[in-house]
């Protein structure tokens, strides 16, 4: 018995000795100490030992499980020392490296060339204004002379809210707005979105117009022009030349359609102008009389100009952009371009 106890010693130091973690002592503790281990196993087979001799194997078994339990203690502190050494080594941070860097945001190409319009427009003493997106019928038509089912509604794809309100379809209703509003001299430029059903590789449901309205005495033909050709020239480049073409929208007479010289080849031809060396960026004209009266303006003393562009078609234009959604997409290789 006693060498049995023995061997069962030096088996259990040896293998706590070498455990080389914290699982390992624990897989040795279950081994010997454990309710069918080694030790345990012993304790029970007492009963077979003559009773003079329980005494002494007793307290030789007892001495060598204290034995035991103290070699695992201790081991078993100084392994989980050195694992939470090891832990804390690997999570170590080096906060004395450089770095990764910030990624700073850019404006979007739209705002960029929002901010570049109306700094032009107000070099010219336009003031700036805003309206509403859900507009009523009455500003986005009926004031600018395109009564319930007149035909030329057609040219707008609008969304309807009910019968009388709309998502507005121009900022042209922010002109009408402005007129009921405003005693002229009026000279005010109106960015904003507005909302089409209408989508291809130049449209969208959703884009962003830049309205213009000029109303004093005397404002003619030549004073539309020669703002318009101050504009392009500015937001384009310096030999831009401007062309006007009859046109027709119910809110102006004459109506003109603006064309400009390409950009991307100076009107020699290319993609952008699909060979022409024009591109064509606005409606405009002299405001409709029967509108300024419509208005509360009296067509007799005032007189005005008007025009709308696409801020996309003109940032489209002047960048070279082949398809109005890169603009919505918002995929940061595009945007991180326009710095
Ligand atoms: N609102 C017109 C459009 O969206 C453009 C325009 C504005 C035409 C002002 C004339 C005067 O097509």
């Known amino acids: 018995m006693k060498e049995k106890l023995d061997g069962i010693r030096l088996a259990a130091l040896g293998m706590i000795e070498e455990a080389r973690d914290t699982s390992r002592l624990n897989d040795i503790r279950v081994k010997y100490l454990g309710k069918s281990g080694e030790i345990s196993a012993i304790m029970r087979d007492m009963a077979n030992v003559p009773k003079e001799d329980r005494p002494a194997m007793g307290k030789l078994v007892n001495e ?3 034995e ?23 999570e170590e941070i080096d906060v004395t490296l450089p770095s990764g860097g910030k990624k700073l945001g850019t404006l979007h190409p739209l705002t960029l060339i929002k901010k570049e319009l109306i700094e032009i427009f107000a070099g010219m003493g336009f003031s700036v204004d805003e309206g509403p997106e859900i507009e009523s019928d009455l500003f986005n038509f009926q004031l600018l002379n395109i009564p319930k089912d007149h035909p030329s509604r057609d040219m707008q794809d609008t ?22 509003t405003t005693k002229p001299p009026i000279r005010v430029v109106v960015p904003g979105k507005v909302y089409r059903s209408d989508d291809d590789a130049s449209h969208s449901p959703i884009f962003n ?41 119910p809110f102006t007479e004459p109506s003109v359609e603006v064309d400009v010289t390409c950009s991307m080849c100076h009107g020699k031809g290319c ?3 699909k ?59 595009f945007l991180k371009q326009f710095n």
């Open 275 to 333: 060979g022409t060396g024009w591109v064509e960026i606005l409606g405009a004209g002299i405001v409709n009389p029967a509108v300024l009266d419509m208005c509360g303006i009296d067509s007799s003393i005032y007189s005005g100009f008007a025009f709308g562009f696409g801020i996309d078609r003109i940032a489209m234009i002047k960048y070279g952009i082949p398809n109005i959604k890169l603009l919505y997409e918002n995929d940061v290789r």
């Open 68 to 90: 035991v339990e103290n070699a695992l203690l201790l081991k078993t502190k100084t392994l989980s020392r050195l694992e939470e050494e090891r832990k804390l080594k690997a």
């Open 159 to 180: 969304f309807y809210v009910n019968d009388n309100i709309v998502l507005r379809t121009q900022t042209s209703a922010m002109q009408a707005r402005i007129m009921t």
């Open 64 to 66: 060598m499980r204290g």
């Open 271 to 273: 993609r952008v102008c």
């Open 209 to 249: 117009q830049f309205e213009g309205l000029a109303i004093d005495k005397h404002i003619t033909m030549g004073d539309l022009q020669g703002c318009l050709q101050t504009f392009a020239q500015k937001i384009f480049s310096k030999d831009t030349k401007v062309r006007l073409r009859p046109s027709y929208f």
